[in-house]
């Protein structure tokens, strides 16, 4: 007769044993699961206010613009009823920016 030995060295775990790991088990992939849709909410949340505000400062930039380009544009409209003379001068100085900007320089000399 051949003799088999077991070494039961290890306990075996009873039913209940086995139900309690498997819901502890569970109930740990249940909490992930739900960390994991926090941290997806935060996420979704921080973007969606980033570009909000992304937004609202590209729309104040556009109309600081506006602003100073309106305020620009009184500003000469005031100083040519103001002396009319002054047009003639800046036509001169944009003339002149121009040209000593490009690669051949010519100057030319105007008298107002």
Do not use: Y
Not at 41 to 53: K, V
Not at 92 to 111: G, H, I, Y
């Amino acid at each position: 007769m051949i003799q088999t030995t077991h070494f039961n060295w290890l306990p075996t775990r009873t039913a209940w044993q086995e139900a309690e790991a498997w819901r502890a088990r569970r109930q740990a992939m249940v909490q992930e699961t739900l960390n994991a849709g926090d941290t997806f909410n935060a996420l979704f949340a921080t973007a969606a206010s980033d570009q909000i505000e992304g937004l609202a400062k590209l729309a104040a930039q556009a109309a600081i613009k506006r602003i100073k380009a309106a305020g620009k544009a009184k500003i000469d409209q005031v100083l040519l009823k103001l002396d009319p003379s002054l047009t003639a001068l800046d036509k001169n100085k944009t003339a002149s920016s121009k040209t000593s900007s490009s690669s051949t320089t010519t100057k030319v000399d105007k008298k107002v």
